[in-house]
């Protein structure tokens, strides 16, 4: 039988998922059990067991000659990269998912990497995450036409699973070098992998998010990922604080 939502143990189980997920510094579990003496409760503390691995250096990877090129353009580059096998998901992807969006944009939203979806169409953010990202955008007044949007991995890991560190070290050298053309004035990273591997930290994203740091001299926002705001709504009051920062920014840039 599947475990009713307020089953103690689900409770657990998914407090710890958000504080895993969401960088939470800890989750407090309440646990209450019926005896013939009354009700015993039980606090459970839950710290993260797990940090998640954090790509060493770019520069102290050798890239492949592929890496080291500079391209002239968005399309050039595609073009050059996207039969890439590089790591082990070129075999299991449908298609490879470059990047979408204004290519002089001065903003550009990073995410984490392609769904089932995007995998399926070769475009970021098309399926339930990215319509929410499309509503949060038009909140701040974008549209998909005056912004660029990409992701860490450019090939979607099965099952969706978390990126690994040697995937997201492969990759992340493309990202670069989209950056580098597109030449954005801000940067906004959606959720803890793309915040944790763009900005080298294991800083847990309930940290990292709502601040402005930088990436290659260019101011970065972190917010959460539109996928976790579906799964914890309650963190949709903080992305709009976030995105709101994101766009007085950009408004300043004239
Ligand atoms: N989640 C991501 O991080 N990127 C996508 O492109 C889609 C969902
Ligand atoms: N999971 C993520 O990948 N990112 C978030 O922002 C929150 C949860």
Known sequence: MKPKPTDPGS???SAIRAHMELGTTEVIV??????????????IVAESP?????????????????????????????????????????????????GVGNPQAKLMFIGEAPGAEEDRRGEP???RAGQLLDQILLAIKFTR???????????????????LPEEMN???????????????????LLGRIAAQALLKTSTPLGKLRGHWHEHNGVPVLVT?????????????????????KLRARYDELG
């Open 11 to 13: 409770l657990l189980l």
């Open 30 to 43: 309440e646990r209450r059990k019926r005896t013939t003496s009354g009700t015993k409760s039980t606090t």
């Open 50 to 98: 797990v940090m998640a691995a954090i790509p060493p250096s770019l520069d102290m990877i050798e890239l492949p000659e592929i890496q080291k090129r500079q391209f002239k353009s968005l399309g050039d580059h595609c073009e050059a990269i996207n039969k890439c096998q590089l790591c082990e998901l070129g075999a299991t992807r449908n298609k490879f998912v470059y």
């Open 125 to 127: 953010f098309v399926g």
């Open 145 to 163: 036409q005056d912004i660029y949007i990409a992701n860490i991995l450019k090939c979607r890991p099965p099952n969706n699973r978390d990126p």
């Open 170 to 188: 492969k990759c992340t050298p493309y990202l670069n070098e989209q950056i580098r053309i597109i030449e954005p004035k801000l940067i906004c």
């Open 224 to 244: 959460y990922h539109p996928a976790a705001l579906l799964r914890f709504p309650a963190y949709k009051k903080e992305t709009w604080e976030d995105v709101q």
